[in-house]
């Protein structure tokens, strides 16, 4: 059974930023390479909900979007952010910018409430690949750059920053869910409707009616803007669902669309140092072979001698998995999620990491050093097959639909506690995820 549902939280501002603060001097001193990346990744990720709370507090006291100095400010720091990560990825980790400190005008509501953007949790966007894909859409630095609350505000930070434009304008849309509209005060739907440039409409849709994405259109359409004025940078390549409007859906059909695939950006990226096996070198030594697709079941083949053994699979919920023979070993990774953000008991607050490598029959592992890794390794010896069938040969990258940020830290998965043990938030029973968060119950799936 999948279970989800969106957990609200409400922080207060001063230690969101204060954290904020800390990681950015982290991630300042650490060496060149992919971990220090990550750490950028992930305080620009905490920086996207930090805006996005803060937008959300001001849109709740006055009923509507408007422009102030506090989101001003954020959206600012959201954009050095960008920028930094697109230096990063562009010098292959090697290279940095001086990280701004955090700091923002006052006075800061007492809690705002961040959301879980679901992007980045549960449907392995990176932020490299709106960069990418903006950096590709052959749009000047007039454009001017809408991102829809939550995950559209740092989205369309890395659209501007990849644009040379200015700091984008965040926009929640409200109202039924197949139905979205905007809320604007007289003065942001003026200041939405000047000048004579291109819009980039950004966020992670379309879902099943893509109206969040219409609703910006159709008010630029309907207060004069050209459509042939309006891109859009979606997190897939796909249409809207079977709820969009007629007019939403004949849109999308002609309206320019930019986009860069996980595929595209890491998979069959130019540079090799951005691939895929270049990530774990250091932890399986030099590729082998190319990688190995094994996802939506596909790892069964290698699991199993017989095709009448292999279980039933959900291609969908599953995670992305490749086989990748490296080092002349044997061994699994396993990226389970990265950055819940739930704050759970025992050792699991903050911005979780977890993940694990496995080996055939899944011995304990020595720890890498730097990386936060378990690394298993076969005992000496051969690894009897299961079911007749190969042992778990090469290193299988198993992803959930969560992008492990590159250089994230993983940790070992603790073992399920029983029903009725361990602590009240491990806990389970009828209707309850093992978890208080709803990203593992979501995209929990079955392993090979």
């Known amino acids: 059974m999948l279970v989800f549902g969106d957990a609200p939280r409400r922080e207060p501002p001063q230690a969101l930023l204060a954290a904020l603060a800390q990681a950015l001097r982290d991630t300042a001193a650490m060496p060149p390479g992919i971990i220090r990346h990550g750490a950028l990744a992930d305080a620009f990720v905490a920086a996207g909900e930090l805006a996005q709370g803060l937008a959300d507090a001001e849109f709740e006291q006055r009923g509507h979007d408007a422009p102030s100095p506090l989101q001003d ?78 995950i559209g505000a740092p989205l369309a930070s890395l659209v501007a920053s990849a644009l040379g434009a200015a700091p984008p304008v965040t926009l929640r849309p409200v109202g039924h869910p197949f139905g979205r509209q905007l809320a604007l005060s007289p003065s942001a739907a003026a200041a939405l409707l000047e000048g004579a440039g291109d819009f980039a409409i950004v ?11 219409g609703a910006v259109a159709d008010f630029l359409e309907d207060g004069g803007v050209a459509p042939g004025r309006l891109h859009f940078f979606p997190g897939h390549a796909g249409d809207p669902g079977p709820m969009a409007s007629p007019r939403h859906r004949a849109r999308w059909q002609s309206a320019p669309r930019h986009l860069t695939s996980f595929d595209a950006l890491v998979l069959e990226a130019p540079d090799p140092r951005h691939r895929l096996p270049a990530w774990v070198a250091d932890l399986t030594g030099l590729a082998e072979a190319p990688l190995r697709d094994i996802s939506g079941g596909g790892w069964r083949a290698l699991r199993y001698a017989s095709e009448a053994e292999w279980p039933a699979v959900n291609p969908q919920q599953e995670r992305r998995k490749f086989l990748l023979r490296a080092g002349g070993a044997s061994l699994a990774a396993e990226i389970h999620r990265a950055g819940c953000g739930c704050g759970a008991a025992g050792g699991h607050g903050g911005r979780p990491r977890r993940g694990r490598l496995v080996a055939p ?44 940020f590159p250089g994230r830290a993983w940790h070992r998965r603790p073992a399920r506690p029983a029903l009725g043990d361990g602590p009240p938030e491990h806990r389970r029973g009828p209707g309850r995820s093992r978890h208080p968060c709803p990203a593992p119950a979501r995209a929990r799936s079955a392993l090979p």
């Open 203 to 213: 966020d992670e849709g379309p879902g099943l009616s893509g109206s969040s994405m």
């Open 73 to 150: 400010a954020a959206m600012a720091l959201l954009l050095r952010l960008a920028e930094a990560i697109g230096l990063s990825w562009s010098s292959a980790f090697t290279r940095l910018p001086p990280l701004p400190e955090p700091v923002l005008p006052g006075p800061l509501p007492e809690t705002i409430a961040p959301k879980r953007a679901e992007g980045f949790a549960f449907y392995a966007l990176y932020p490299e690949a709106y960069l990418d894909a903006a950096a590709k859409a052959g749009l000047g630095p007039q454009t001017r750059v809408i991102g829809l609350r939550s």
């Open 361 to 404: 029959g899944g011995r304990p592992p020595p720890r890498l050093p730097g990386r936060g890794i378990p690394a298993r390794s076969p005992r000496p010896g051969p690894v009897p097959p299961r079911s007749g069938g190969p042992p778990r040969a090469a290193a299988a990258l198993s992803r959930l639909p969560r992008p492990a």
